[in-house]
């Protein structure tokens, strides 16, 4: 038996995750062990039960019932058991009161409440990784999806973040990366590594190369000789709008550049990090 609950009470404290936390009270939800977060769509909750995250609930708009959440159902069941699955609380309502309930006017049908993994140390994280993209500060939530995806996509053996990125679990970074923030590794830096050029100097120390993307008079083209033979990489990319701090820029070993035609300056830091981890892995194992 499954365990349906039909929604008759907005206000009631168990739909609280899916309508009234912040994205700080998901973080927080267990301090001080890992949080909880959302998950949205089936595509997205698939590749987060594959990626062994603990399911803790689900919100299903009646009519995506059957088309949507039952792959997720079997997916669960297959990944966590059968009891599990009888015994997993599943929110069930129409489109009106999801609506009404989310926020949303344009809803996804299916989300789902997970538990947060512990995530590695610095130090830890990096072993036997070759090529790690570095999201230093990198606010917009979209970005840091879309980075995610094509670090995955791309040949990055994973993504270290500094702590005043966006977490890529948040639900539009989750959203926006098609799930790929479960298929590659990432990890936060800790408040003091994450503190000017620290993290820059233990990359230096872990025997990274490190190659900012900033616009310099000494930066030199992504397809420059001898980048991508490097044995350890790391792409390091800045916020949107103000980039790369200067300290930072000036303390990687490189700065890099994506030559432009037209006039045109720069790209979007997703759209930049998409041609550098292209252009930046091919060399992997060679030289």
């Not at 702590?163 to 800790?190: K, Y």
Request: proline letters at 4%.
């Amino acid at each position: 038996m499954m365990n349906y609950r039909e929604i008759e009470n907005l206000d009631s404290p168990e739909l609280d995750v899916y309508a009234r936390l912040s994205e700080v009270q998901l973080l927080r939800y267990f301090e001080p062990k890992p949080g909880i977060f959302i998950a949205e769509s089936a595509n997205v909750i698939l590749r987060a039960l594959e990626a062994g995250y603990e399911p803790l609930s689900f919100l299903v708009e009646r009519g995506r019932l059957e088309k949507e959440a039952y792959p997720v159902f079997q997916k669960l069941k297959e990944c966590f058991g059968k009891s599990k699955l009888e015994e997993l609380p599943i929110h069930i309502a129409d489109h009106e009161i999801v609506t009404e309930l989310t926020g949303y006017s344009l809803v996804r049908g299916l989300w789902g409440v997970f538990r947060r993994k512990e995530l590695q140390g610095l130090c830890e994280f990096c072993a036997g990784k070759n090529r790690i993209a570095v999201l230093y500060d990198v606010v917009n939530p979209t970005n840091v999806g879309a980075i995610i995806r094509s670090a995955a996509a791309l040949g990055m053996d994973g993504a270290l973040l500094t702590r005043g990125t966006v977490n890529p679990l948040t639900r539009r970074s989750a959203r926006v990366s098609m799930g790929t923030v479960f298929q590659i590794p990432w990890t936060v830096a800790s408040r003091e590594e994450s503190q000017g050029i620290a993290v820059i100097e233990t990359l230096h120390d872990l025997g990274y190369r490190t190659v900012a993307m900033a616009l310099t008079d000494d930066s030199v083209g992504v397809d420059a000789p001898g980048l991508r033979s490097a044995d350890k990489l790391a792409i390091v990319l800045g916020t949107e709008g103000y980039g790369l701090p200067d300290e930072v820029i000036n303390a990687c070993s490189d700065r890099v550049k994506i030559p432009m035609y037209h006039g045109v300056d720069s790209l979007n830091v997703a759209a930049a990090s998409a041609v550098a981890f292209w252009e930046l892995g091919k060399g992997r194992g060679k030289g």
